[in-house]
């Protein structure tokens, strides 16, 4: 084990943690009501005006004691949005790691993105999505974390970073899927190690025994073979001639509460061809409804776009301002679009062997 010297470099990050925890002492906070007791006892013991009961002088008392209390309370105020806005900055720091911001070009396709929170200042959220380009072809997820804040921002880590390693190792999508199962139900034993230290599983109807993340995994290999297995997400729609859901096959539960089955139903979901996209969406985005109740017409927004010209960016553009122009505002739930265009110059070689669309493959094993 190695140790740090008191002097060291290393160890003045933790003085300064040290000074920072005992400049918030908690009692700290008492501050702004010990200093109003003493300017009040101050003022009625020490000023000789203040003595006087008569009522100019008790006017003028109110006046003074109103003048403090007014002045401590904008004092409190904005010490507190400073600390607000220092918490924000760390959580928008803390979620531009984690949904590290997408190449605008990956192996022939173009990317987009776009999130939607449900409160304006809110920075973290429970959606994820990343792509990278491996051996094996462009590999994506996208999820959505049951909650959100700081209570999902864990789970949200877990789940990118196994998918980040495992998209490069596995050779199989199953497998990747399998890693990411696994990771996450060490993050929760941690979890409920943490929040029950005798070693009990957490209860029933403890958040941790309902925690599950719904994720959908898509493979896109160099011949515009679509290769997908899902958890409980909502299928992506592909954008040709109009708009279509990927498949309308039933998924799998999602991660968390259930264990994946032995054969994974990974499916074959033809190709993504040159000037064709695929938009993936969370289920905030088809849930949004406007103030009458409506439900967010996702398809046909997503018709329209399609029958003009489009980009990934602008496809993804166009979805946020009709989803916002929707709900009137920012929806109810936090939402997320990735959108994957393969574009119009990419080559596609010729498939080798045809599948239906959609059909199932080989189950995976791994």
Not at 208 to 218: D, M
Not at 272 to 301: C, I, K, M, Y
Not at 306 to 332: E, I, V, W
């Amino acid at each position: 084990m190695f140790r740090t010297k008191p002097g060291s470099r290393e160890a003045r990050p933790r003085a300064a943690g040290a000074a920072r925890h005992a400049r918030h002492h908690p009692l700290t906070s008492l501050a702004p009501a010990l200093l109003w007791g003493a300017a009040v006892l101050g003022y009625k013991y020490a000023c000789p005006f203040a003595q006087r009961d008569d009522l100019p002088s008790r006017i003028a008392t109110s006046a003074v004691l109103f003048v403090v209390g007014a002045v401590l309370i904008i004092r409190i105020h904005r010490s507190l949005l400073r600390d607000l806005r220092r918490i924000d900055e760390v959580a928008g720091a803390a979620q531009g790691v984690l949904l590290r911001p997408l190449p605008a070009r990956l192996d022939g396709l173009t990317l987009a993105a776009r999130r939607f929170s449900a409160h304006p200042a809110a920075t973290v959220g429970g959606d994820l999505y990343e792509a990278v380009a491996s051996d094996h072809g462009v590999r994506v997820v996208i999820g959505d974390v049951r909650g959100s804040g700081l209570t999902a921002i864990g789970t949200v880590a877990t789940v990118l970073g196994s998918f980040r390693e495992a998209a490069h190792d596995e050779p199989a999508l199953g497998g990747v899927l399998r890693r990411l199962d696994r990771a996450l139900d060490r993050e929760l034993r941690r979890r409920a190690r943490l929040e029950h230290p005798s070693g009990g599983p957490a209860e029933a109807g403890h958040p941790l025994a309902e925690e599950f993340v719904t994720l959908l995994l898509l493979e896109i290999r160099p011949d515009g073979t679509l290769l997908t297995v899902n958890c409980g997400h909502p299928w992506p729609h592909l954008l040709s001639a109009g708009a279509e859901p990927l498949s309308h096959a039933d998924p799998l539960p999602p991660l968390g509460p259930f264990p994946l089955p032995t054969d994974l139903p990974v499916r074959h979901c033809g190709r993504l061809l040159p000037g064709q996209a695929l938009v993936l969406h969370t289920d905030g985005v088809e849930d949004a409804r406007d103030p009458s109740g409506r439900f967010f017409p996702l398809v046909d927004t997503l018709c329209s776009i399609a029958n003009g010209p489009f980009t990934a960016r602008t496809a993804a553009s166009d979805l946020q301002a009709a989803l916002l122009a929707h709900s009137q505002g920012p929806p109810t739930d936090d939402a997320a679009v990735l959108v994957l265009c393969s574009e119009p110059s990419r080559t596609v070689p010729p498939q080798s062997t045809g599948h239906e669309p959609c059909s199932a493959a080989e189950p995976s094993v791994q």
